[in-house]
């Protein structure tokens, strides 16, 4: 089985900052590359940031490029989402999941997805 755990969320001022976390098992981690993917309420899920198995290479949507920062230490089978300058528009829930990348844009590939951590901004 694969198990996903997401903490480090919560309430923060807009322009503040948030570490999420991700702790994965079950698989070959290093083998993995990994994202971390959020939703708003109302809204569908989207992809926020994606990082190599090596930890080498690193993607960001858009929207936060600049501000959000994505690592992982895989002798720890985390992988990371340092937050800053957040903005209103930042809240939703987080997940982070195995992720595969087609044409330019990133999808999850892992069938399991864990709770996900709240992080809300307020203005």
């Known amino acids: 089985q694969v198990q996903l755990v997401e903490s480090g969320g919560g309430l923060v001022q807009a322009g503040g900052s948030l570490g999420l976390s991700c702790a994965a098992s079950?698989?070959?981690?290093?083998?993995?590359?990994m994202g971390w993917f959020r939703q708003a309420p109302g809204k569908e899920r989207e992809f926020v940031a994606a990082?190599?198995?090596?930890?080498?290479?690193?993607y960001y949507v858009d929207s936060v490029k600049g501000r959000f920062t994505i690592s992982r230490d895989n002798a720890k089978n985390t992988v990371y989402l340092q937050m800053d300058s957040l903005k209103p528009e930042d809240t939703a829930v987080y997940y982070c999941?195995?992720?595969?990348?087609?044409?330019?844009?990133?999808?999850?590939?892992?069938?399991?997805w864990g709770q996900g951590t709240q992080v809300t901004v307020s203005s």
């Open positions: 999941n195995s992720a595969r990348k087609y044409g330019s844009n990133w999808y999850p590939n892992g069938d399991y």
């Open positions: 079950g698989r070959t981690f290093t083998s993995y590359a």
């Open positions: 990082i190599r198995g090596s930890g080498g290479m690193t």
